[in-house]
């Protein structure tokens, strides 16, 4: 047993002699402790509210900017506002604070969107609100671009009226006015269509069309549509046609 041993090791000791000898360098560097790379994430904040609409009269909607971890110093986070719908007293909403600051050792801040009443029919307006910058002594980064938008839903309506009339067959024609009970912002327009009553369109006894009227909107403003008649020489009951609203071209009326 011995001698194989010798033999083993005078084989082993040939065989190494034949090789090359080679040097592996392992080059790793370790960041020194109070480097920025050896120290833990930053936090992050994110932007939300609580819900994607609110109604016009009085309506809140909470918005929060909100870290993913507690910070060591105080987070301010500074908001912008866009969309359709106008900021302050008097006009679409206003919002309590649009710079939030969360407390050390907090998660998140709160603010309120309010909306504002109005007396007219508009359309539904948006408010986007967007972090424009975010700060802290923990170097606190925005988590993605942030940015939530809002729908104000309007509360008003306003109403059409089509006034009766009445005529006599050989006028050949009938006026009927349709007037507007309420503001509605930036106008809109109403079809009028011609259905049969007494009196039938198979019989010619009136022109069937469609009239398209456009309202600027202003609170009593007018309009006349006239309504072709036909005539004949029988002695007949009196009749009557009808006319109603057909297309609208925005809600609330």
């Keep these: ?51 994607s609409s609110l109604a016009e009269n009085a309506g809140t909607v909470s918005i929060s900017a909100a870290l993913n971890k507690v910070s060591k110093s105080a987070t301010t986070v500074a908001l912008s506002v ?6 302050g007293i008097g006009q679409d ?4 604070s649009k710079t939030l600051v969360i407390p050390a050792g907090s998660l998140s801040s709160d603010t309120t969107l309010r ?3 109005d007396s007219f029919v508009d359309s539904e307006e948006t408010v986007t609100l967007s972090i424009t910058g975010a700060s ?16 104000i839903m309007d509360d008003h309506s306003a109403t059409v009226l089509i006034s009766d009339n009445t005529t006599v067959e050989d006028n050949g024609s009938v006026i009927v006015t349709l007037s507007l009970d309420n ?8 079809t009028v269509e011609r259905t049969d009553g007494s009196a039938t369109e198979a019989e010619g006894k009136y022109t069937a069309e469609t009239d ?12 006349n549509v006239s309504v072709s008649i036909g005539s004949d020489t029988k002695v007949e009951d009196n009749e009557t046609l009808t ?6 071209s925005r809600s609330g009326i």
């Design 136 to 151: 802290s002594e923990d170097r606190v980064s925005e988590d993605g671009d942030q940015q939530v938008t809002l729908t």
């Design 1 to 51: 047993m011995k001698s194989l041993l010798i033999l083993l090791s005078t084989f082993l000791s040939l065989a190494l002699v034949g090789c090359k000898e080679g040097t592996i360098v392992y080059d790793i560097e370790f960041p020194r402790a109070d480097s920025d790379e050896a120290q833990p994430p930053p936090p992050t904040v994110r932007l939300s509210a609580a819900s």
């Design 82 to 87: 866009s969309g359709t719908a106008t900021e």
């Design 212 to 223: 398209k009227v456009t309202f600027t909107g202003i609170p009593g403003e007018t309009h």
């Design 183 to 190: 503001e509605v912002q930036n106008g809109f327009w109403v």
């Design 93 to 96: 909403f206003t919002i309590d």
């Design 115 to 117: 909306g504002l009443d």
């Design 243 to 248: 006319l109603r609203l057909g297309s609208v």
